[in-house]
């Protein structure tokens, strides 16, 4: 029988695999718009919102958690926090395996996120259990804390920036403008200096009010619209507010130094080229001391990710919600992997009328005796309820 049914499953597989897609390359593949009007399609309840929730991260979680850890190197970091932020804002195809995979998730921040939501449904079996619940409760509410103080730390910080760059932009005190000092000591590339310096201050505030209006927008659906925590967490996952005003942030403040390098040569060609040699050590101090915290916090964050894929097996999606609770195979899989079903070792259990066409399937023949011995054996075809019944015969 568990011959017959491993059999079985394979054929099921292998004829997936050739007329369509695999379920992660679909989901990675869908825009924003796809994941909100999927989501308002669905009538979810709080459990199954949950369960949902964790499900469609893990999928995503396994795509960045495949790939290989780099090995750390100081100018790779510092590549990478001086054009990560690009790449992800304009979906750049540039970059390693690593890169993309990060890109594809919607940034580092977004990827912490799911991983945090990926936690609630521990054994992966796509049902929230009760005490799977109860570690919910403790979970969700400082999760949901975080997003509103990030929401507020980055308002502020847009804030600030907008008040700088704005007098600028309207020209107040007075108009954006060469200095007498400054006219005609670049000859032909005044006007080139003078466009650029006032439109990386434009960038800069555009970004900045960008990041003010999501920051405060976000925080106000969190706190002030959506009526559950379960609400608030799908909102975070479905749109990544969070990554992406972490993005407009961080171009922000690119635009902001771009502006002022500018800017000092514009004020005066003489000490302008002292404030351009301060504005190049800060521009190399960013990317020299700040670019490692930024890229080893990542190959932290993807280490802990393969350390808790590793955990489950090899992979983060679990037992398959769709294919568990189709009814036509009911089996455990063992490290709960559901990407492994015909690899790992199963304790196949068939039951009924559907074993026999999943063994017909097979080319395999099951007697009558045999089938009433199945029925027998297993009246629970639902992967998540044998588990259950399993930890209650434990209790």
């Given at each position: 029988?568990?011959?017959?049914?491993?059999?079985?499953?394979?054929f099921?597989?292998?004829?997936?695999?050739?007329?369509?897609?695999?379920?992660?390359?679909k989901?990675?593949?869908?825009?924003?718009?796809?994941?909100?009007?999927?989501?308002?399609?669905?009538?979810?309840?709080?459990?199954?919102?949950?369960?949902?929730?964790?499900?469609?991260?893990?999928?995503?979680?396994?795509?960045?958690?495949?790939?290989?850890?780099?090995?750390?190197?100081?100018?790779?970091?510092?590549?990478?926090?001086?054009l990560?932020?690009?790449?992800?804002?304009?979906?750049?195809?540039?970059?390693?395996?690593?890169?993309?995979?990060?890109?594809?998730?919607?940034?580092?921040?977004?990827?912490?996120?799911?991983?945090?939501?990926?936690?609630?449904?521990?054994?992966?079996?796509?049902?929230?259990?009760?005490?799977?619940?109860?570690e919910?409760?403790?979970?969700?509410?400082?999760?949901?804390?975080?997003?509103?103080?990030?929401?507020?730390?980055?308002?502020?910080?847009?804030?600030?920036?907008?008040?700088?760059?704005?007098?600028?932009?309207?020209?107040?005190?007075?108009?954006?403008?060469?200095?007498?000092?400054?006219?005609?000591?670049?000859?032909?590339?005044?006007?080139?200096?003078?466009?650029?310096s006032?439109?990386?201050?434009?960038?800069?505030?555009?970004?900045?009010?960008?990041?003010?209006?999501?920051?405060?927008?976000?925080?106000?659906?969190?706190?002030?619209?959506?009526p559950?925590?379960?609400?608030?967490?799908?909102?975070?996952?479905?749109?990544?507010?969070?990554?992406?005003?972490?993005?407009?942030?961080?171009?922000?403040?690119?635009?902001?130094?771009?502006?002022?390098?500018?800017?000092?040569?514009?004020?005066?060609?003489?000490?302008?080229?002292?404030?351009?040699?301060?504005?190049?050590m800060?521009?190399v101090?960013?990317?020299?001391?700040?670019?490692?915290?930024?890229?080893?916090?990542?190959?932290?964050l993807?280490?802990?990710?393969?350390?808790?894929?590793?955990?489950?097996g090899?992979?983060?999606?679990?037992?398959?919600?769709?294919?568990?609770?189709?009814?036509?195979?009911?089996?455990?899989?063992?490290?709960?992997?559901?990407?492994?079903h015909?690899?790992?070792?199963?304790?196949?259990?068939?039951?009924?009328?559907?074993?026999?066409?999943?063994?017909?399937?097979?080319?395999?023949?099951?007697?009558?005796?045999?089938?009433?011995?199945?029925?027998?054996?297993?009246?629970?075809?639902d992967?998540?309820?044998v588990?259950?019944?399993?930890?209650?015969?434990?209790?």
């Amino acid at each position: 029988m568990q011959a017959c049914g491993a059999a079985a499953l394979n054929f099921q597989q292998l004829a997936q695999s050739r007329g369509s897609e695999s379920p992660p390359q679909k989901l990675m593949k869908k825009s924003t718009t796809q994941h909100i009007r999927q989501r308002l399609a669905r009538q979810d309840t709080k459990h199954s919102l949950v369960a949902q929730c964790a499900d469609d991260s893990r999928v995503l979680l396994d795509d960045f958690a495949s790939q290989a850890t780099p090995t750390y190197n100081a100018w790779h970091a510092v590549a990478f926090a001086g054009l990560i932020d690009w790449i992800i804002l304009f979906r750049l195809p540039v970059g390693g395996k690593f890169i993309r995979s990060i890109v594809r998730c919607g940034g580092s921040e977004q990827i912490r996120f799911l991983f945090a939501l990926a936690q609630f449904d521990s054994d992966g079996n796509g049902r929230i259990s009760h005490d799977e619940w109860l570690e919910y409760e403790k979970l969700a509410d400082p999760l949901i804390g975080d997003a509103v103080i990030q929401c507020g730390n980055l308002a502020l910080v847009g804030a600030l920036l907008l008040g700088l760059t704005h007098q600028v932009t309207i020209g107040r005190p007075v108009p954006w403008q060469l200095s007498e000092a400054s006219a005609g000591f670049f000859g032909r590339y005044d006007d080139p200096l003078l466009y650029a310096s006032f439109g990386f201050n434009c960038a800069a505030e555009c970004a900045a009010f960008f990041t003010l209006t999501i920051a405060v927008i976000t925080r106000h659906c969190l706190t002030s619209i959506m009526p559950t925590r379960e609400l608030k967490l799908d909102l975070l996952r479905t749109t990544n507010a969070l990554g992406i005003m972490s993005v407009s942030l961080l171009v922000t403040l690119w635009c902001f130094i771009f502006s002022g390098v500018l800017g000092v040569v514009v004020a005066s060609p003489t000490f302008g080229f002292l404030g351009l040699g301060l504005f190049a050590m800060l521009f190399v101090a960013c990317l020299w001391l700040i670019g490692p915290i930024r890229y080893t916090s990542i190959l932290l964050l993807h280490t802990e990710v393969r350390r808790a894929m590793h955990a489950r097996g090899g992979t983060f999606r679990g037992s398959a919600r769709g294919r568990g609770a189709s009814g036509s195979i009911g089996m455990s899989v063992s490290g709960s992997n559901r990407g492994s079903h015909a690899s790992g070792s199963l304790n196949s259990n068939l039951s009924g009328s559907e074993g026999e066409e999943a063994a017909e399937v097979a080319g395999c023949a099951v007697s009558p005796e045999a089938s009433t011995a199945s029925r027998r054996k297993v009246s629970i075809q639902d992967p998540g309820d044998v588990q259950q019944q399993l930890r209650d015969l434990e209790a």
